[in-house]
C-alpha cells in the first residue's frame, strides 16, 4: 500500500479529505449559480413568450433526451457504488466502475452531438442557421439559443467528468487508493452527480414543458 | 521611528536574518513563478494590481486634462474609450482584486495560524488567470479600445459599439473565475484550517470581512460571468437577448448585471472595513468597540447586498411600487455601514491615538468613506436619485466610497503590514505627508464633482457648458495633487526594501498571530502552530515591554 502523507498545510490526511470534499461543495455552490442565471433568463422569457417556448419545445427531440437521462442516472448510480467500493479500497472495482460510468457519459455525449446535428439539419440552430418562421419566430429562436447554451454549457462539464473519472479510474486501477485515501474518487463522485442533477432540470425544461397540455 | 512612538523596538540591524520566505525555496524567477507559498503569491498580485492602478490612473489623468476646458481637448470617441480603459481597469483589475488577493492572501493564513491557504496550487491558478485577463483587456483597449464604459450596458454593447466588446468581456470573464477560485480557497481556509483555540469570535476582523467578501465573490460572480456570456452570445450571432430592436429585454441584463455588481460593490469596500478595524484599535490602543457586532455586520453586508440590486435601476422603466421597496431596502444597508463607523469611533473614542502613517490613512478611509456613504443615501432617495442619475454627483459618489474609501485602506493595510511582509521601516515622515496629500488631493478631486453634478452636469460627455469650468479646474488641479500623493509610496517604499531599518516581529506592539511570527515570516509562517488563548484585540493603553526581537 502506498505510503500517503498529508500536504504540508493540512495536520492529517483526514482533515486533507474533509477540506477537499469541503472545497468541492463551494464550487459546486457556484455552479448553481452558474447555471442560475441561464435558468433565470430561460424563466423570464418563458413567461414573456409562452405560447412560442411550448411550441418551440415541441420540436425538442424527445427520445433521445429521455434516453439520455436515462443513461446519465445510470452513470450516477455507477459511481455511487464506485465510491462505496473506494471506501473499502477495492481498487480494481472502482476502477471498473468508473470506466464504465465515464463510458455511459460518452454515450450521452455522443446522442446528445446526434440531436444537435438533427437540430442543425431543420434550421434551429439560431444565428447560424435558423429556418422558423411565423409569429412565434423569434421566442422559438430565443428558446434555441438558450436550449444550446445550457445543455452546451451541460455537455461541457460531463466532458470534464468523463475525463476526471477515467483518470481515477487508471489510478485506482494502479492502487493509488487505500480504504485510507481515495478522497480524489469521492470528489470526483460528488462532481459527477451534479452534472447529474443539473439535468435532471434542464430535462423538464427543455423537452416537458411544451408538451404538457399540449 | 518616530517621536510618538519611543516605546517601539526595532532592532538595529542584527548579525543575520533567519530564514524567511523570501530566502527559502531560492529567489529565481522560476521559484517565484512556480511557487505555492500564498505569501510569495500576494506579492506578484500586488505587484500586477500596482501596475494595473497607475495605468488607470493615467487614463484618469487624460480625462480631467480634457475637461478643464469646456470644449476639451479629445474627440468625443477618444473620451469614450478613456474612461472605459479607466474604469474597466479600476473595477475589475484593481479594486475587486485589490486587497483581498494582496493582504488577505498574504495574512489570512498567518491570522488564523495556518501554514498555507486551503488550496495554494488553485491559489497560484488563480494569479495566472488574473494574468492573462489583465493581458487581454489591456490588448482590448489597446488595440481597439472599448467605449461602454465598464457596465457594457445593452443593446449599446451588442450592436453599436465597436468590435472589441468581446474581447474586454472575455478578460472580465476570465478575471471572473481568478475572483472565484480565491473565494472558494478563503472560505475552505477560514472553516478548516484555524489553529487550535481559534474560535470564530477570535477571529480578526480582517479575516470575518475577506470571509464575508468570499461569500460574495463565490455566490455573485458566476451570475456576471453567464451574463457576459449571454452578451457574448447576442453579439456574435445577432439574436435578440437583450436588444429591444431584436426582441430581447434590456432589463434583464440591467437586472443581471446588477445582481452582481451590487454585490461587488461590497467586494470592493469590505475588505477595506477589515484593514481599518486592525488599524484603528492598534493605534488606538483599546480594543475594537463591539466586536461581535463589527463582524456580524460584515456578514449581514453580504446577505443585504443580494437584495437591492435594483437601486441601480430607478430610471431604466421599473415599477413605482418595485422601485419603492427597492429604495427601502437600501436605506437598510446603511444599517451595517453605520455600525461599522459608529463602532470605529467608539474605539477611538478616549483611545491612546498615535498619528503613524497607516492610521492617517485610516482615519482619512473614515472621513471619505462617511461622506461617500451620506451621498449614498440621496442617491437611495428615489426623488433626488432621479435628479442626480447620470450627473457628476452620481461620480463623486462613488469615488469617494471606492477611491476615498478602498484605496486609502489598501494603502492604510499597505503600511500597517510593510515591516510584516517585508522586514523593512519606510520613512515615518514622507509616509505621512503622502497620506496628507492623498486626503487633501482627494477632497479638492472630487468635492466639486458633487457640487457640479447638482448644478446638473452630465457624466460621460468630452465636453460641457462653460458656466462648469470653474469647478472642473478645481477638480483637475485637485486630481494633480491625488496623482502625486499616490505616487509617492513607489519610492519611500521602494527605497525602504533597501535602506529602512529591520521591524522585529512586532513593531506597532499589535496583537494578534501575524505578529508573533518573525518579519518577514518563515516559509511555513509560524515554527510551531500557535494555540489560540486569548480573544483578538486585547490592548492596553501602555504597550506590552519586548525584547530585542519584539517578542512580547
Ligand atoms: C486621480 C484620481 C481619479 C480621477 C481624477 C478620476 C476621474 C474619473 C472620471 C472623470 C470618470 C468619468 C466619469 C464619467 O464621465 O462617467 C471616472 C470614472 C470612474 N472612475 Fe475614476 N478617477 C480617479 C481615480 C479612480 C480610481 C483610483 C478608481 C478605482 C480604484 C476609479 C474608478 C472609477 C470608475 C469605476 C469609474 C466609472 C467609469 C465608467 O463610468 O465607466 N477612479 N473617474
Ligand atoms: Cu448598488
Redesign the interface.
Known sequence: MPDIRPEPQYATLEQQADVAVFGMWIFLATEVLFFGGMLFAYTVYRGVYPEGFAEAGRHTKIVIGTVNTVILLTSSFVVAWAVHLAERGRGRGVAVLLGVAALLGTVFLGLKGFEYYQEWHEGLVPGLRFEETGPHAHAMELFYLLYFMMTGVHGFHVTIGIGLMATMAVRAWRGAFSSAYHTPVEITGLYWHFVDIVWIFLYPLIYLVGRSGG | MTATSPDRAVTARPAAQPPNYLTEGGSTLRSWLLTHDHKRIAILYALTITVFFFFGGAAAAMIRLNLVTPPGIFAADTYNRLFSIHGIVMVWFFLIPSIPNTLGNFLL?MMIG???????RINLLSWYLFVAAGVVALFAVIAGGVDTGWTFYTPFSTMYSNSYVILAISAVFISGFSS?LTG??F??TV???RAPGMTWYRLPIFVWSNYSTAIIL??????L???L??LA?ER??????FDPA????PL?FQH?FWFYSHPAVYIMILPGFGVISEVVPCFSRKPIFGYKFVAWASVSFTAVSFLVWAHHMFVAGMSVYAALVFSLLSYIIAVPSAIKVFNWTATLHKGWISFDAPMLYALGFIGLFTTGGLSGLFTANLAFDVHVTDTYFVVAHFHYIMVGGMVSAYFAGLHFWWPKITGRIYHEWWARIAALLIFVGFNLTFFPQFILGYLGMERRYHSYPPEFQFWNILSSAGASILALGYVMPLFYLTWSLYRGQRAGANPWAATGLEWTTPSPPPK?NFDK?PTVTRPPYQYRPEPEPQDAQGHA
Open positions: 493564513p495556518a501554514k498555507d491557504l486551503a488550496f495554494p472565484i472558494l480557497n472560505i475552505v472553516h478548516r484550517l463565490v455566490l455573485a460572480t458566476p451570475v460571468a453567464i451574463t456570456a449571454l452570445v456574435l450571432l445577432q439574436v435578440g437577448i431584436l426582441g430581447g429585454d434583464l443581471l511555513h502552530t
